[in-house]
């Protein structure tokens, strides 16, 4: 596994967090540079050391770093390497962890000089949770990553990338477009947040007490920061739109036939989903 | 606490079984009588220890039962009252454990007679899996039982079942009404396995691959028994449809805010979920 001398984490909250601590715990690296928003965000990290140097000046923060992790919301990430672009050193690698990656992917490609490398990550790891405080270094132990690769890519590049997010606890990295990665990631993880948000605003408050297990999995990632959903809704709306139409046509199978009392078509789709259901390992 | 000469429990799955269970080792009954329809079922209730004694006669099993627990799927429980209510002794109270009350309640007080005893109860707890073999004593701990209270509800009967629910472990007993049952609990697990199904079916098998928790967590009912939620979406089909309506609405609200990107009406919706899911206790 290659050791960075300096490695530069811009977002130092939950994600961002976990990364430092990871780096850390696992000796990858000589200098973890974080750099945050606010002040308030830097003491924080460096509290809990999932740091070892902290600044608000991302273009400070990212001098002289070999590898610049991009851990902020997705709204910020081409942004934030617009404003770096120049300050970096020749065969600087970058990476990022948003949860959409073909607008991103495109943006950066084209707005670097041929000497940086970037190559997309989404490390499908995360919580319900916020904040370097609640960051741990084992938060992508046994998680996927994914990787985005294209015509662009360096093939030595995404082995370093890839090789990092396996020593930080990923057991898995797979390889896919930027486009396949958002038409997927939207049906497995973007649909889900807008179906358990609906879900939730569904009840009524009184209605809460009376919840058990079933409503509390369901609406579980409900309580998920809105920032960072308004962004990746933005940021990838075209198949979350897609995965919303059919979601709707299957959910008005379901109408109809309660409404009909259909109860064999009721039967094959429950039945389908149990089915579907059951492949995935809990 | 009441000890039961006999109890018998109608149905030996995962609930029935479970409470079968609970009975011996709380001791709250002589002798636990299992009444199941196939030789089978009876069979794996007595080697699981969930039951003394079994039958496949509905009318032999509750013969001389002070206490019969009617724990099948939701529209076999009127058709068992009727096919035994003329062989109970007077003074028999019976409960079910069924997740939807008003069609049950309304047609069992009906069809009883004015010395036996019915009162509707809905424990609030059970799991994806099925069959005896998961059944387990604690399966009720800590959980809500809901209990109907109509006009012709003795209340010395909503004593007794109330209490026996509480010695089987459910921490809160709660009393409402057979239809602000029905309505609560549309809302917060009818709807909700309905979302989960059209969640799952609306994803390609290759997608499956990718999932990760939120997906997990997000669709874990849709494994759950097909037959069972095809009975419960007959019996509480009306609240069903309304509240799949109420969903329907704010779908359609996230989906024209993502469509015409209005960031600040998909804020204000992500807020209102994550500040409502916060209210549960996890």
Same mark, same amino acid.
């Given at each position: 596994?290659?050791?960075? +001398?300096?490695?530069?984490?811009?977002?130092?909250?939950?994600?961002?967090?976990?990364?430092?601590?990871?780096?850390?715990?696992?000796?990858?690296?000589?200098?973890?540079?974080?750099?945050?928003?606010?002040?308030?965000?830097?003491?924080?990290?460096? +509290?809990?050391?999932?740091?070892?140097?902290?600044?608000?000046?991302?273009?400070?923060?990212?001098?002289?770093?070999?590898?610049?992790?991009?851990?902020?919301?997705?709204?910020?990430?081409?942004?934030?390497?617009?404003?770096?672009?120049?300050?970096?050193?020749?065969?600087?690698?970058?990476?990022?962890?948003?949860?959409?990656? +073909?607008?991103?992917?495109?943006?950066?490609?084209?707005?670097?000089?041929?000497?940086?490398?970037?190559?997309?990550?989404?490390? !499908?790891?995360?919580?319900?949770?916020?904040?370097?405080?609640?960051?741990?270094?084992?938060?992508?132990?046994?998680?996927?990553?994914?990787?985005?690769?294209?015509?662009?890519?360096?093939?030595?590049?995404?082995?370093?990338?890839?090789?990092?997010?396996?020593?930080?606890?990923?057991?898995?990295?797979?390889?896919?477009?930027?486009?396949?990665?958002?038409?997927?990631?939207?049906?497995?993880?973007?649909?889900?947040?807008?179906?358990?948000?609906?879900?939730?605003?569904?009840?009524?408050?009184?209605?809460?007490?009376?919840?058990?297990?079933?409503?509390?999995?369901?609406?579980?990632?409900?309580?998920?920061?809105?920032? !960072?959903?308004?962004?990746?809704?933005?940021?990838?709306? +075209?198949?979350?739109?897609?995965?919303?139409?059919?979601?709707?046509?299957?959910?008005?199978?379901?109408?109809?036939?309660?409404?009909?009392?259909?109860?064999?078509?009721?039967?094959?789709?429950?039945?389908?989903?149990?089915?579907?259901?059951?492949?995935?390992?809990?």
């Amino acid at each position: 596994m290659k050791k960075f +001398k300096r490695v530069a984490i811009i977002g130092v909250g939950l994600i961002g967090g976990s990364i430092g601590l990871a780096i850390k715990k696992n000796r990858l690296a000589d200098e973890v540079i974080g750099i945050g928003r606010h002040q308030n965000s830097i003491k924080k990290a460096l +509290k809990f050391k999932a740091i070892d140097r902290g600044t608000i000046d991302v273009q400070e923060g990212v001098s002289g770093a070999e590898f610049v992790i991009i851990a902020t919301p997705v709204g910020a990430i081409v942004p934030v390497v617009r404003s770096i672009a120049s300050c970096l050193k020749a065969e600087t690698i970058i990476t990022d962890t948003g949860s959409t990656k +073909k607008e991103i992917v495109r943006q950066i490609e084209n707005l670097l000089s041929p000497d940086i490398y970037f190559v997309g990550s989404h490390p !499908m790891a995360g919580s319900e949770k916020h904040g370097v405080e609640s960051a741990k270094p084992e938060l992508f132990r046994d998680s996927v990553c994914l990787i985005t690769k294209t015509p662009h890519t360096k093939r030595g590049v995404l082995q370093i990338v890839s090789q990092f997010w396996n020593s930080i606890g990923c057991s898995r990295v797979r390889f896919l477009s930027p486009s396949d990665h958002d038409i997927i990631i939207a049906r497995v993880s973007h649909l889900p947040h807008i179906v358990a948000t609906a879900l939730v605003n569904s009840v009524d408050k009184k209605d809460l007490s009376f919840a058990s297990g079933g409503f509390k999995d369901t609406t579980r990632i409900a309580s998920s920061d809105p920032r !960072m959903w308004v962004d990746i809704c933005m940021s990838n709306s +075209k198949c979350i739109l897609k995965s919303l139409n059919k979601f709707n046509k299957g959910i008005e199978t379901l109408r109809k036939a309660i409404s009909v009392k259909d109860t064999k078509l009721l039967m094959a789709e429950f039945g389908r989903a149990k089915r579907m259901r059951e492949k995935l390992i809990v």
